[in-house]
């Protein structure tokens, strides 16, 4: 009778730790009733010093501070795509016909995931005239093939994974000497609804 009135609390206890379990709140239900806010040249700086703070020293992290003149302004949720960079660039077509070098790109996009990355394309056909853009993602794409057409022709605009851009950079496929306008897609939430600073890769 002993042992039967023992095993029964034990059940009980297995029992309110699986429902513990249940309740765990995941990300995505967080994201989901926070609002989406605009990106601000405060949240990369937080995000510089959060990642960079551990190993590395008070003056080498000062260095990585960029002044507010480094910023251009945010979108504010409002604008499409190509409103946006028609905004932030207003001289695009002088700079297009200036740009002659090859294994460079005068504006670079970042954002997740290569499906965001098509979506951007699609959606800057009114920003980029007869310019021309070059996919800069791993997915259904080798970097030599990537590293092969910026060494032959002359690209406008590169819009890619945080991965594969590294990557090119690394191995000296891309040149970041020419690059103007570094656009991040700081506002996009993906399935999962976390944006691109949320995934501890990027």
Known sequence: ????????PEEKQESTVKAKRRKKKKISDV???????????ADLQNLLTQHFGENRSV???????????CF???????HSFSS???EICPKWAKLRRNHKEKKSVVMLVLCSSALRSLELIKSMTAFKGDCKVLKLFAKHIKIKEQMNMLEKGVFHIGVGTP?????LVEQDGLCLN???YMILDWNWRDQKLR??????EV
């Open 1 to 8: 009778p002993t042992e039967c009135f023992l095993s029964q």
């Open 31 to 41: 994201l989901q009733k926070s609002a989406p806010k605009p990106g601000v040249p």
């Open 59 to 69: 003056i080498e992290i000062e260095e990585l501070k960029l002044s507010d003149s």
């Open 72 to 78: 251009l302004p945010a979108n504010d949720l409002s």
């Open 84 to 86: 946006y960079l028609k």
């Open 163 to 167: 991965g594969r851009v590294k990557a």
């Open 178 to 180: 020419s690059t103007k």
């Open 195 to 200: 944006r691109m600073m949320d995934i501890p």
